[in-house]
């Protein structure tokens, strides 16, 4: 089949995890990040402008709707406490930068699909398209207790209530025509009735009227992304996303992946290339090898043990606070609803690597499971462009230890290398995040004509 993403061939996309407080756990005590550990909008501004600078696809801002069900005296050494809301964020973004893509996440578990459409269509008017939605499940079970909920729903339901999710919001995004709103002042007419599409949604989970009260926004449809790696999500993905995000720490578990997709992609009627695999890494880049060596295990020194078990056993939705740290990862981990496809991994990585608690901490939390390459920018350069030429992935999130400085090397370092190959852009050609990426503004869907 041809196809839309002909145009994009040979270039990868690059993302950065805007985390203010650092994406590595312990990143915000480094010396070099943020003074303020990303409270100031100025400081965030400041890197979002760079990596714009930088050219790159977008910046990406996650999220989860609780803190953290943890002892206090433990929590307070974790900065994942404190974030801006993201959609706020994005607004503030949506005015001030002018280039680059912009994606936050928002939950189908505890929102409603209007609200969602409603807010992405504003954001995507507001930065001129370039706005992406990151759609998750929720995978922190702790969040339902923010939502007068006495449990989580479980994960065949969370996704079931994802499809549907995603189906309302497409299809209210499809509210008007194009060339709906006339503002004729001298017919008194400010839109065509004709080109209005009321949606008129009943499902299992959703009863929806529309029309959406946002016009079509220039991208159509704001990118959307799937980040969940389990059958359900991969399902999800295939059928409608634009991205898939994923944890993918070997070459072999990535090429695997894209093949999967792909295959799953075509089977929902797509092109196999209309999804881009972008995963997940932390670069840690030295002057040379043992001094990148020597950075990487600085900032492991600042993980707190304390703060290392209890990320571990989040991650693994199973306690291992209380057992020795220099003992193995049990063999007896009962199966979970959470966070399937990343726990997996994290026991994939002790089992197969014999760790222990303490190494598998040490290997998987500052990084939350994503590849970690630590060497000089050549080599991060290499690992990069090999991956990515092996067709495993379309690109990557990139989510350096601590901000600025993680980021600010990458850029004047390994971005000229990947330029030099021919691998990534050294301006922007188009306008809008789909263009960035290589994909088609959709065709709108016609509905109902009243
Ligand atoms: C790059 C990336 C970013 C993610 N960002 C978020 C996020 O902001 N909030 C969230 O709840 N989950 C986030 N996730 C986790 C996924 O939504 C999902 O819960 C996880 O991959 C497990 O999915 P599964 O249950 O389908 O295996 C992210 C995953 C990846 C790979």
């Keep these: 089949m041809t196809t839309e993403n002909q145009q994009h061939q040979g270039q990868m996309a690059l993302g950065l995890l805007l985390s203010p407080a650092s994406s590595h756990i312990a990143g915000w005590r480094h010396p070099e990040a943020m003074s303020n550990a990303g409270e100031s909008f100025d400081e965030v501004l400041a890197v979002a402008k760079s990596a714009e600078e930088a050219h790159l696809d977008f910046v990406f801002l996650a999220d989860e709707l609780c803190a953290p069900d943890a002892d206090p ?91 549907e999710f995603q189906e309302v919001v497409s299809g209210l995004w499809d509210s008007w025509d194009d060339d709906a709103f006339l503002l004729d002042k001298a017919s008194g007419r400010y839109f065509d009735p004709s080109k209005m599409n009321t949606l008129n949604h009943e499902g299992k989970h959703f009863s929806v009227r529309g029309p959406l009260n946002v016009r079509r926004t220039p991208q159509g449809h704001p990118v959307q992304v799937q980040a969940g790696s389990s059958e359900a999500g991969l399902n999800l993905a295939a059928k409608c996303t634009d991205i898939a995000f994923t944890a993918q720490p070997t070459l072999a578990g990535a090429l695997a992946f894209s093949k999967t997709l792909r295959a799953k992609t075509v089977a929902a009627g797509r092109a196999e290339d209309s999804v881009r695999i972008i995963a997940g890494v932390q670069p840690i880049i030295g002057d040379s090898p043992e001094h990148a060596q020597e950075l990487y295990e600085e900032m492991q020194e600042l993980i707190h043990p304390e703060v290392g078990l209890t990320r571990l056993s989040q991650l693994l939705d199973y306690d291992v606070t209380g057992l020795p740290l220099d003992g193995p990862l ?121």
């Design 73 to 163: 005296k433990i929590l307070s050494r974790d900065p994942v406490i404190y974030r801006f809301e993201p959609l706020t964020l994005l607004a503030a973004l949506a005015v001030t930068t002018k280039r680059i893509g912009l994606v936050a996440t928002q939950t189908t578990t505890y929102n409603e699909p209007y609200h969602i459409a409603r807010k992405f269509a504003s954001l995507d008017n507001l930065s001129n398209g370039r706005v992406g939605w990151n759609l998750v499940t929720s995978y922190v079970p702790a969040e339902a207790k923010n939502f007068s909920e006495s449990s989580h729903m479980g994960s065949v339901d969370r996704y079931e209530r994802a499809e």
């Design 330 to 450: 049990p063999d007896d981990i009962p199966d979970t609803d959470n966070y399937k496809s990343r726990r997996q991994l994290i026991i994939d990585t002790a089992r197969s690597e014999n760790l222990t608690l303490r190494e598998l901490y040490l290997r998987v939390v500052g990084s939350y499971g994503h590849r970690i390459v630590v060497g000089t920018a050549e080599t991060v350069a290499d690992e990069l462009t090999e991956w990515f030429l092996a067709g495993a992935v379309d690109g990557y999130i990139l989510s350096p230890t601590h901000l600025p400085a993680g980021f600010e090397v990458f850029k004047d370092k390994v971005i000229p290398l990947l330029q030099d190959r021919g691998v990534f852009r050294t301006e922007y050609t188009g306008a809008t995040f789909r263009e960035h990426l290589g994909l088609n503004r959709p065709d709108l869907v016609k509905i109902e004509t009243v």
